[in-house]
C-alpha cells in the first residue's frame, strides 16, 4: 500500500494517472461502515482494472473549526493507515485539513480534487456524505458532478450491526461507557488501545504482579476500570506479533495514589520479559469491573489474582 501526503504529492507521483476508486472521510476507528465503503470500491475496481485510494484528513475537520468540541479519536493516524490497508486500500492520500481546503466550494471539490487532483474514475462515499465549504455538497450534488465528469459515483446504504447504524461516534460512546463488546460489534475487532511500554511508578513489580505501563498513542480512552483482553507486541524481531492473555488497568490507582493521574496498565498471564520501549497493542475485550480502592495491599492483590482467574475464564470463551 502506498501513502501519500496530499493530493499534491500524489500528483507529483504520477499515481493519479492510474484508473482509482475512490472512498472519502475521516474514517476514524475503521468500522464495519467505513470497511463497507472499501468493499464497494474494489469492487469498481476490478471492473475497471483499476486500484482502489482512499482520501482521507488530518487533523479531524472537528479540531479546525471547534478544537474545543473535538470527539477524542479512536485510533491515531498511523493506525488508521494501516486499518485502511488491512480493509483493501491500495493508496492512502492524506490531505491536510487546512481553513483554504475547507474552503473549496463543493462544485469545484469535485473538478479540482477529484477529478483534477486525484483523477479519480470512480467515487464511493456513505449515504450521510457531505462536502466543500459550508458541508454545502451532498451526495446528488456530487452524483451530477460526477457525471458530468465522467466519474462513477456509488452511494453506500447505512451498515447496521444489531440493530444499530455503525458510526465513529457510537463507537465512542460505547467505549466511555465501558461497554467495549459494543464497540467491538461496530469496529468488527476489539477496542483497541496502542503505544509504547514506558516505566511507571514500579508498584506492579514491588507486589509480585509487574504490569506493562502504556503511553497511549491515541484519543479514546474506555471508561476507567478493570478489563480482560490481549496484548499484541509488535515488531517481533522475524517481523510478526505475538498476542498474550492480559489483564488490563485503566485508572488512577486508588489504593496508592491520590495524584488522580490514569494510567494504562496490562499484566501479560504468562509472560516473562523486558517490554519497555516496546509498542504493543491492548485489545480490550470485556469490562471486569470497576476500579476501587482497597484498605490493603493483601486485599488489592487477591483481587487481582481473581482479576486473573476471570480474565482466563472470560477469554477462553
Same mark, same amino acid.
Given at each position: 500500500?502506498?501513502?501519500?501526503?496530499?493530493?499534491?504529492?500524489?500528483?507529483?507521483?504520477?499515481?493519479?494517472?492510474?484508473?482509482?476508486?475512490?472512498?472519502?472521510?475521516?474514517?476514524?476507528?475503521?468500522?464495519?461502515?467505513?470497511?463497507?465503503?472499501?468493499?464497494?470500491?474494489?469492487?469498481?475496481?476490478? &471492473?475497471?482494472?483499476?486500484? !482502489?485510494? /482512499?482520501?482521507? *484528513?488530518?487533523?479531524?475537520? @472537528?479540531?479546525?473549526? =471547534? +478544537? $474545543?468540541?473535538?470527539?477524542?479519536?479512536?485510533?491515531?493516524?498511523?493506525?488508521?493507515?494501516?486499518?485502511?490497508?488491512? &480493509?483493501?486500500?491500495?493508496? !492512502?492520500? /492524506?490531505?491536510? *485539513?487546512?481553513?483554504?481546503? @475547507?474552503?473549496?466550494? =463543493? +462544485? $469545484?471539490?469535485?473538478?479540482?480534487?477529484?477529478?483534477?487532483?486525484?483523477?479519480?474514475?470512480?467515487?464511493?462515499?456513505?449515504?450521510?456524505?457531505?462536502?466543500?465549504?459550508?458541508?454545502?455538497?451532498?451526495?446528488?450534488?456530487?452524483?451530477?458532478?460526477?457525471? $458530468?465528469?465522467?466519474?462513477?459515483?456509488?452511494?453506500?446504504?447505512?451498515?447496521?450491526?444489531?440493530?444499530?447504524?455503525?458510526?465513529?461516534?457510537?463507537?465512542?460512546?460505547?467505549?466511555?461507557?465501558?461497554?467495549?463488546?459494543?464497540?467491538?460489534?461496530?469496529?468488527?475487532?476489539?477496542?483497541?488501545?496502542?503505544?509504547?511500554?514506558?516505566?511507571?511508578?514500579?508498584?506492579?513489580?514491588?507486589?509480585?504482579?509487574?504490569?506493562?505501563?502504556?503511553?497511549?498513542?491515541?484519543?479514546?480512552?474506555?471508561?476507567?476500570?478493570?478489563?480482560?483482553?490481549?496484548?499484541?507486541?509488535?515488531?517481533?524481531?522475524?517481523?510478526?506479533?505475538?498476542?498474550?492473555?492480559?489483564?488490563?488497568?485503566?485508572?488512577?490507582?486508588?489504593?496508592?495514589?491520590?495524584?488522580?493521574?490514569?494510567?494504562?496498565?496490562?499484566?501479560?498471564?504468562?509472560?516473562?520479559?523486558?517490554?519497555?520501549?516496546?509498542?504493543?497493542?491492548?485489545?480490550?475485550?470485556?469490562?471486569?469491573?470497576?476500579?476501587?480502592?482497597?484498605?490493603?495491599?493483601?486485599?488489592?492483590?487477591?483481587?487481582?489474582?481473581?482479576?486473573?482467574?476471570?480474565?482466563?475464564?472470560?477469554?477462553?470463551?
Amino acid at each position: 500500500m502506498k501513502v501519500v501526503a496530499g493530493r499534491a504529492a500524489l500528483a507529483a507521483s504520477g499515481e493519479a494517472r492510474r484508473p482509482t476508486a475512490f472512498v472519502i472521510g475521516n474514517f476514524d476507528g475503521v468500522h464495519l461502515g467505513h470497511q463497507a465503503l472499501l468493499h464497494a470500491a474494489r469492487a469498481r475496481a476490478t &471492473a475497471t482494472g483499476g486500484i !482502489v485510494g /482512499v482520501l482521507t *484528513f488530518d487533523p479531524h475537520p @472537528a479540531k479546525l473549526f =471547534a +478544537p $474545543a468540541l473535538a470527539p477524542p479519536l479512536i485510533v491515531s493516524l498511523r493506525r488508521r493507515i494501516e486499518l485502511l490497508g488491512e &480493509a483493501g486500500a491500495d493508496l !492512502v492520500v /492524506v490531505e491536510p *485539513f487546512t481553513q483554504a481546503f @475547507a474552503s473549496i466550494e =463543493a +462544485p $469545484a471539490f469535485v473538478r479540482e480534487v477529484l477529478a483534477g487532483d486525484l483523477g479519480a474514475r470512480d467515487v464511493v462515499v456513505g449515504y450521510d456524505f457531505s462536502f466543500g465549504r459550508g458541508r454545502k455538497g451532498d451526495t446528488r450534488l456530487l452524483g451530477a458532478e460526477g457525471a $458530468a465528469l465522467g466519474i462513477g459515483v456509488t452511494v453506500v446504504p447505512p451498515v447496521t450491526a444489531s440493530g444499530l447504524t455503525c458510526s465513529s461516534t457510537k463507537v465512542r460512546e460505547f467505549a466511555l461507557e465501558g461497554r467495549v463488546e459494543g464497540a467491538a460489534m461496530l469496529l468488527g475487532r476489539p477496542l483497541e488501545v496502542s503505544g509504547e511500554v514506558v516505566h511507571g511508578a514500579g508498584r506492579g513489580r514491588g507486589i509480585g504482579i509487574p504490569t506493562a505501563n502504556v503511553k497511549p498513542e491515541g484519543e479514546l480512552l474506555p471508561k476507567p476500570g478493570i478489563y480482560a483482553g490481549r496484548a499484541v507486541i509488535l515488531g517481533e524481531a522475524n517481523g510478526g506479533h505475538t498476542s498474550h492473555v492480559c489483564a488490563l488497568s485503566i485508572g488512577t490507582n486508588p489504593t496508592f495514589s491520590g495524584s488522580g493521574a490514569l494510567s494504562i496498565e496490562g499484566h501479560l498471564l504468562d509472560f516473562d520479559g523486558d517490554l519497555y520501549g516496546r509498542q504493543v497493542r491492548l485489545e480490550i475485550v470485556h469490562r471486569l469491573r470497576d476500579e476501587q480502592r482497597f484498605e490493603s495491599t493483601a486485599a488489592l492483590v487477591e483481587q487481582i489474582h481473581a482479576d486473573f482467574a476471570e480474565t482466563r475464564r472470560v477469554m477462553a470463551r
